[in-house]
């Protein structure tokens, strides 16, 4: 089975419960440690890049943070 290569800003989003608005700046600010934003030098517009590991081991550690608040 073939490992994806990338998650999309909309998948994280819904994933997560946020606006994809959320998961960009977070990008772009550096606090969302699990995929990088890189603004293009001619137009200033931003691509996005998720990571699907550090994607899936930040879920995990949200998720574990969750329960123990239960």
């Known amino acids: ?13 819904q ?3 946020v606006a994809e ?5 977070g ?3 550096g ?3 699990f995929g990088y934003a890189v603004q293009q ?3 200033g517009e931003y691509s996005y890049h998720i990571s699907p590991k550090k994607f899936e081991e930040y879920m995990g ?4 943070e969750g329960e123990e608040a239960s």
């Open 1 to 13: 089975m073939p490992v994806k290569r990338k998650i999309t800003v909309k998948e994280a989003a």
């Open 15 to 17: 994933r997560m419960g």
């Open 21 to 25: 608005q959320f998961i960009r700046v």
């Open 27 to 29: 990008l772009q600010r």
């Open 31 to 33: 606090i969302l440690k």
């Open 41 to 43: 030098k001619e137009n």
């Open 61 to 64: 550690k949200e998720e574990n």
